[in-house]
RNA sequence: GGACACGUAGCUCAGCAGGAUAGAGCAGCCGCCUCCUAAGCGGCAGGCCGAACGUUCGAAUCGUUUCGUGUCCGCCA
């Protein structure tokens, strides 16, 4: 259970104080010695017309026998420090946490609602690159949480398999493109062509109009345009499933744009039918002055759709599939004027459900400015680190650490252990490097960063767990699947601290939740990786005073290994038994 | 010009429904492997929280202004 709200709860009570403001004034102090809960007294000065310190010490005279979670009351200043007791609280902890498994910090919260998330969404027959990454990342950590929460989640990728690009590329393959060459590499020879294409029309400014053509043509169905971009996508594709079965992520429905084309029409007529459509230069926009935004543009001059039109047309096709309780679109930052219009103009079409609808954005890749001004990263001008270049070398570089280390090791690695090992620890710390930050934040490319394997990084939390793990190993048999919980001795500063970070991975997990931010469990698991590693520092395990002693600390270990586990994995990142 | 972000230690970032001496990691310096994996632990040093006003008993946190950076602002996505 909850010890803020039964803190909550006791104060209420014993102090005739109302609940939901004290819930709202109790903190946890900054120092570990002000103990575990504060309740500043400063607002209650003008009610009870008495100088805060006062009050401190009246609630502190006032509550006095303590309930057996309390330990101890100590005033300070205007502050009322609640002291939780050490041993029972540590007690509970490990118990829930070996008890609920996997389960530890689920809920029920969001049992019966449906939630979308569309995520990663990349562009056919352009590299799937590192801004990719952060999406993918974001959006699958994201799911991973909703599901834990009880939510059914619905993971939706939503590809850029349509638009003007698509004309760009079929004229360019038309001029330039290399058979073989597409055959071997897809992504690399249309990546090849596309950047040529935008050199050449610089100089020669006719191929826009040509591309856009060619765009109508297949827009329109016209059979020579159709059959190049299906096998256009299908090759991107095959090289798409490829990363995200090496990231570890999946998806409920893959659907690109251009599914929603043949949608679009009735979405164009309704809008017109409410009247919502006006001419301006002859293309169809949809005024949105009253939301203070500029308008939204659902038909292009020539008539044919944009962007707009098929998010409008999707996010319909998606709430008559669903029937949401949330859409998510986790997209890039600089497209939020993009989806503010889109959810406002589906609100003024009178779609409620339009309130439900959220853009969880994030921050731009870039390079170090020393190094290219800062530019960011661009598929048109071919400035791309491809995702699995960055992946091959940060599990390379894992895999030189591990072989150094195996070195010297009584029961070395066998080949097959190593690479798994190097596979979870390279793939996971890529992975924290785009969840530790706020994600509105950008991300400075710089490799020496991305692959430093200390302190603040995920090899840091796997290296935390395998260290448990070989404790565990060490200890055998002695340390049994089960125990009597309240036999349990855990009340040393370092035991308590770690179980409090156990118990503040379930506050974590639920603000993450509801920020739409995973940064904020990934740290809290960082700080829960610091808390062990600093008991495995200073206390004695298998070497333990006594045999109680011993018993307790290896089933803390373990209590341990089970919390961090499920928080990496809600996190994507694997745990390793060695390394 | 307008809108939205951001500006905290040398670097990367937390903290921001106002509260007790502003926290981590990296980099720097000093310690710790006869003892459970040193991808680790401990310690030192490092900050007028971009600036100025204002609200408040109290501001890194809220408001206004200002400077700086980034992004977006109609037929690319």
Redesign the pocket.
Known sequence: MDYKERTVDYLAETLELDKDELR??L?I???E???DF?L?C??Y?KTFRTA?QKIAEGFAEKLGELPDFISEVRC????L?LFLARGPYCREIVREALEEGEAFAASDQGEGQTVLVEFS?P?IAKPFHVGHAFSTFIGDVLSRMYDHLGYDVKRLNHL?D????FGKLIVAYDRWGDEDALEASPIAELLRIYVKFHKAAELEPELDDEA?AR?KALEDGREEEVALWKRFRELSLEEFNRIYKRLDVSFDSTKG?AFYSDKIPAVVKDLEEKGLL?D??????VMLEEE????C?V????G????AT?DLAAAIYRYETYKFDKNIYVV???????FKQVFAVLKKAGFDWADDCVHVGF??VKFPPEESG?I?LSTRSGNVIYLEDLLDEAVAK?KA??VE?NKDRPDPMTDEEIDE??AA?GLG?VRYTFL???R?????FRWD?IL??????A??M???Y??A???LR?AGDSAPERCDYEKLELSSDSEFALCREMDHIRNALEQAAEAYEP??LA?QT?SL??AF??F????????AEDERLRQSRLTLCRAFSSVLKTALGLLGIKT????
């Open positions: 709202s004034y903190e102090p900054p120092q010695d002000m103990g504060a500043p400063f607002r000065a805060p300070s200043g205007a502050y420090n969404s562009n850029g349509y638009g003007t690009q856009r765009f744009e006006v301006s230069d002859g293309a169809k926009v203070d935004i500029p308008p543009i038909l292009k001059s020539d044919s759709t944009i962007y098929r890039g930052l600089p497209q939020s004027l993009h921050g731009l800062g960011t894992t650490i591990i280390n090992t190097a620890i710390a530790r930050s706020g509105e934040r950008d991300i400075i960063e430093d394997f200390e302190g603040d990084s090899p840091y796997q290296y935390a395998a260290r793990q070989s404790i060490r940064s904020i740290r960082m990786c610091r590693s600093r495995y520092n200073q206390m004695p395990i298998l070497q390793v038994e060695r390394m």
